[in-house]
């Protein structure tokens, strides 16, 4: 179900990727074709590279095998029986599979869910990159002061900046009085179903873009300087070095962070709770809310009911996921 | 103390023909003294090792942590019988903690069940019945109005603690008589209600809170529900959803006025059971649990003579009518605990022994709790006498608690259904007869799929 | 000179937008800082302040004599430590076996190990704890630690950048007959001390900010993790706000102290430059 890795074979260094990218745009400087790295060939490995792939794995493969996929494969089981523990479970097959499929509150989760991703991941990565690239322009000691600062919002629990938010959407509170600046008249954040999850995305994008930022510095600062200071000669200004260089050349890391990123966002779960109980009117419920509510009732058809929607939700993730992955790839394939 | 010891002496004497070897957790020879009679306080219970008990108490306010792990503590140095293990387990995790504990046999011997998941767990076969362990007398100690609540087929499943009526109106009464409004004849309807809020509110303080998200509508307008129409919106046998009710669309109108007129807050910074805006004056009235009077009286004591709680208005002014369901805890004994005997000989101590092991509970809660023992009331009596003045507290206890009826014991999905209905009603995301039409197509299909027809427990 | 003109102003922009951002980043750490000097009603109340009207210093010195607070600030250190040395460890070297060698069934285990990415935690949560408890896990430090150590997100990252590293230098190394462990221990890891940083940063958070599985697995006041114990001062009935917050700033001050330490590694690697 996840797509294949992009193998050995058809890897190449991003230096190259990006020569090849400029070259489409006609505006490639000598220099940089030939620092590119030369893609590779290969082949499958000997045995003593096998032998060491294993090894290497091992530790990694054994460790989700136990903890992640025995769980997995017991929760697959646990979905078919309907059960407390006290009397003997009842085999109830794929019915709780049709019962979530078939309750309108799974489909209207997952579409909260995908509107918050939407919001959160993109709008994360933009401001994580116009901060990354700032840093990056700064001298050493204000570049360690602002790695510490955008850092700082992460060690926030999300119980507390769920009080902090509540207080600043509340009816006096302080983003209506910013509104109140300039003229507008007070806004029902949390009670309006439009503007409650661009309202908890805002902490949501602010809690995550510590790691965001620092990820995408870790990125910019692969790109070797020669690449950006080529480009500066050419004339090229911030928005189209961005645009041409830095975003291809960060392609592998941008990759990481939607993934990751949609996923994390899909399940998010704690900030809707806190801030807006997934109100109103289910505006909010995402699908791990969705999930967390149904699990409130402690009857054994509650805990089949929500473990059998996470696992849908787990194919879901999957399914999304894999779907970027090959967008990506199909994308590399025209590229190369 | 020497009671309590004696009480437990009287229990594990009373709870079965063998003999307190049985307390040696296995050690073979017997080396426990044998209960010879059951003659209270006559025995003195000597173990050579103690069994251990697990006992997990969901979090509720700090007092009441306090308050178990003193008297766990009392227990454990009372004998050498039983070792209670506790633990304070948040509420929030409550349930993924115990299942996942029940999943792999870890499970506790004693834990605080609420009175709305007994009879559920009982049809599970959760607990085990406290009849064969506890005294008759501890059962008989009951107040009648509690003790349906956790008896099914004639027999106790849990021994209840306290009852906390869930649904109180409280006043400000500074504000009220700044509005030119009299506390003293607080608002008896529903459009009384409408006008005090609406009079009440000016400026940045809004006339009334309430709950406003599906989750807590859920439970706290159970009473509302009830007092409206008479009834919960599914039929008697579980058989079918009566959501359509008009009864139903007039308490989705009470809650509509005051939301879309602006007369509570569009965006409440915390939710239902948290009192910190009436605690801060930025409301004027809130309904809230009784609960919310000991928040006041630890938090904000200042602000205890200036409120007054009142039964939340009935829809046509009807006095002495249910407006409230009782919400509370019980100790529950597990139906696979492997020392079922000591667990119960725990429960009995701590609930149903010394009344004045409870008494010290309810003082600790500055009285926003109630007394499920007739015991327990004449031991406040004797000890706080004061008690008897606060008005409040009276209110409470005579025109709520004594009307207050069970939480409904139906699977959580159906209050939510008409938690969320009252919602999209109330913020106008749908209209009120199409809320309600929703909540009951989920109701219906609640029964189905959890087969609830004629299921419903019948004490 | 007007060179020296321009880049003044560059600097003069700079800072106005560092303190600017700096600011919006720091705001709410001030507040919940300044919260914990609050009266509990206080941190709630309209209009907005970050000062406190009263301050109330107990809220943080009674933190430093609740012993049960400071074991778990401490304890859950040492497990976020061991805990982030281990995820090191395993997501490294998977990540380069995915990133750079080739064996015919790679395919499939990548599918395995990236799988777990899209395990919803809320799945796996009973049926993890009843693998722990038939492991006889329950109430170790390891129960904390091992079950997370493996983990997907973190693997795929160095992935991702290990892919970026330039094969020459790693062709070169092997002409010179290193083996693939050399590769690893001496090219690999000694160039991504900026992502094994931000990888160990994640999975330091990630430990210290689990709530459930402690609170699931944990039954030993003595190795009390520190959001279930955060937790203590939160129920839906009124939380202890100032103390809430008091006691979070406390608990975030390791955390950023880490951070001062090792911010100064995210840098540019020396590889690129080391191989024009």
Not at chain 1, 88 to 102: S, W
Not at chain 1, 233 to 256: H, M, Q
Not at chain 2, 355 to 360: G, K, L, R, S, W
Not at chain 3, 164 to 174: F, G, L, N
Request: charged letters at 15%; hydrophobic letters at 45%; a positive charge.
């Amino acid at each position: 179900m996840t797509p294949e890795p992009m193998k050995g074979s058809d890897m190449k260094a991003p230096a190259t990727e990006a020569a090849t990218h400029r070259e489409r745009q006609g505006s490639v400087t000598a220099k940089l074709g030939e620092t590119a790295p030369p893609a590779r060939e290969k082949r499958a490995g000997s045995r003593e590279e096998r032998r060491t792939a294993y090894l290497m794995l091992a530790p990694m493969m054994v460790l989700l095998a136990i903890f992640v996929i025995w769980p997995l494969i017991f929760a697959f089981r646990q979905s078919m029986y309907q059960g407390n523990f006290y009397k003997p479970p009842v085999f109830v097959g794929l019915d709780f599979y049709k019962y979530v499929l078939t309750d309108p509150g799974f489909y209207q989760s997952l579409k909260v869910g995908a509107y918050y991703a939407v919001i959160v991941v993109p709008g994360g990565m933009l401001i994580a990159l116009l901060i990354a690239s700032f840093i990056k322009t700064l001298g050493s000691r204000m570049a360690s002061f602002m790695k510490t600062t955008v850092y700082l919002p992460t060690v926030v629990s999300a119980v507390i900046a769920s009080v902090l938010f509540k207080i600043i959407y509340a009816d006096q509170g302080l983003a209506n009085w910013v509104l109140s600046l300039i003229n507008v008249a007070p806004k029902n954040f949390l009670g309006s179903p439009t503007m409650v999850i661009p309202a908890v995305a805002v902490p949501g994008i602010w809690l995550g873009l510590g790691i965001t930022t620092l990820i995408m510095l870790a990125g910019l600062l692969d790109i070797p300087d020669s690449y950006i200071e080529s480009a500066q000669l050419d004339g090229a200004g911030f928005l189209k070095r961005t645009w041409y260089i830095t975003l291809p050349l960060l392609r592998n890391v941008l990759l990481y962070l939607f993934v990751t990123g949609i996923v994390a966002a899909f399940q998010e779960f704690l900030l809707p709770l806190l801030i807006a109980n997934g109100g109103p009117v289910n505006a909010s419920t995402t699908p791990n809310l969705y999930i967390f509510n149904q699990f409130r009732a402690a009857t054994p058809y509650a805990m089949t009911f929500s473990i059998t929607a996470s696992l849908l939700l787990f194919i879901v993730l999957g399914t999304v996921s894999a779907l970027v992955f090959r967008l990506i790839r199909s994308e590399k394939a025209v590229d190369a | 103390m020497r009671r309590g010891k004696g009480l437990i002496a009287l229990t594990l004497a009373a709870a079965s023909a063998v003999s307190l070897a049985a307390c040696g957790s296995g050690s073979a020879g017997g080396t426990g003294t044998p209960a010879a009679s059951g003659t209270p306080g006559a025995v003195e219970t000597g173990c050579s090792s103690a069994t251990t008990v697990t006992f997990w108490q969901q979090k509720f306010e700090d007092y009441q942590q306090a308050w178990y792990k003193k008297y766990v503590a009392q227990f454990n140095a009372s004998q050498n019988c039983v070792n209670v293990v506790y633990q304070v387990v948040p509420g929030d995790t409550w349930t993924q903690k115990l299942q996942a504990a029940q999943a792999a046999g870890t499970q506790p011997d004693v834990v605080t069940t609420n009175y709305g998941n007994i009879k559920p767990g009982v049809a599970q076969g959760q607990f085990s019945a406290l009849d064969d362990y506890l005294p008759a007398s501890a059962f008989a100690d009951i107040k009648s109005n509690v003790a349906p609540f956790v008896t099914q087929n004639g027999k106790h499943w849990g021994y209840p603690m306290l009852v906390e009526p869930s649904t109180v109106l409280y006043i400000n009464t500074d504000l009220a008589k700044a509005a030119g409004l009299d506390p003293a004849s607080p608002p008896k309807t529903w459009n009384d209600l409408i006008d005090w809020a609406t009079k009440l509110t000016s400026g940045n303080v809004k006339g009334i809170t309430i709950a406003s998200v599906a989750a807590d509508l859920g439970w706290s307008s159970w009473g509302l529900q009830y007092n409206s129409c008479g009834h919960f919106p599914i039929t008697d046998d579980w058989s079918a959803g009566r959501a359509t009710e008009s009864c139903f669309a007039d308490l989705v109108g009470l809650y509509k006025t005051l939301y879309q007129n602006k007369l509570m807050p569009q965006n409440p910074k915390t939710g239902y059971a948290d009192a910190t805006p009436y605690m801060n004056g930025e409301v004027a009235m809130m309904v809230d649990g009784s609960w919310a009077l000991g928040a006041i009286k630890q938090t904000k004591p200042d602000l205890l003579p200036k409120t007054v709680a009142v039964p939340f208005p009935t829809k046509d002014g009807g006095t002495g009518e249910t407006t409230a369901t009782l919400g509370g805890w019980t100790l529950t004994l597990d139906a696979k605990s492997k020392h079922p005997k000591e667990a119960a000989a725990f429960i009995s101590y701590l609930a149903a022994g010394d009344p004045n092991i409870m008494a010290d509970f309810f003082k600790q809660a500055g009285y926003s709790k109630y007394t499920t023992r007739t015991s327990v009331d004449q031991a406040i009596a004797t000890n706080d006498p004061s008690t008897k003045q606060d008005a409040n507290m009276k209110t409470i206890s005579e025109d709520i608690v004594a009307h207050g009826i069970a939480e409904p014991q139906y699977p959580w999905d159906i209050s939510l259904a008409m938690g969320t209905a009252i919602e999209a009603g109330m913020k106008g995301t749908a209209s009120v007869d199409a809320a309600l039409k929703t909540a009951n197509d989920s109701i219906n299909s609640t029964i189905q799929k959890q087969q609830l027809k004629g299921t419903a427990p019948q004490s | 000179m007007p060179e020296m003109t321009r880049s003044r102003r560059t600097l003069v922009v700079k800072w106005v937008l560092l303190v600017l951002i700096a600011f919006s980043l720091v705001l709410p750490l001030a507040w919940m800082a300044l919260s914990g000097f609050k009266r509990d009603s206080d941190v709630l109340k309209s209009p907005f302040s970050l000062l406190p009207e009263v301050w109330q210093w107990q809220n943080y010195t009674a933190m430093f004599h609740d012993s049960p607070y400071m074991t778990a600030v401490g304890l859950t250190m040492l497990g976020a430590l061991i805990f982030t040395g281990l995820s090191l460890v395993v997501n490294s070297m998977a990540a380069y076996v995915f990133a750079r060698l080739d064996f015919g069934l790679k395919r499939y285990f990548w599918v395995f190990c990236i799988m777990p990415m899209f395990v919803p935690g809320m799945s796996i949560l009973i049926t993890s704890f009843v693998v722990v408890s038939k492991l006889h896990m329950l109430n170790t430090l390891a129960v904390l630690i091992v079950p997370g150590v493996a983990a997907a997100g973190q693997m795929f990252f160095m992935r991702q950048f290990f892919l970026a590293m330039p094969i020459a230098v790693e062709d070169a190394a092997r002409i010179d007959g290193c083996s693939r462990w050399t590769i690893f221990l001496r090219i690999f890891v000694p160039n991504s001390t900026a992502v094994f940083v931000v990888v160990g940063i994640t999975s330091y958070m990630a430990y210290w900010n689990a709530y459930v599985w402690p609170i699931l697995t944990i039954s030993n006041p003595t190795l009390q993790q520190i959001m279930p114990v955060l937790a203590n001062f939160v129920d839906d009935r009124g939380p202890q706000y100032g103390q809430l917050m008091a006691a979070s700033t406390l608990a975030a001050l390791p955390t950023i102290v880490l951070l001062l330490v090792f911010q100064r590694y995210i840098v540019a690697g020396v590889r690129l430059s080391g191989i024009k």
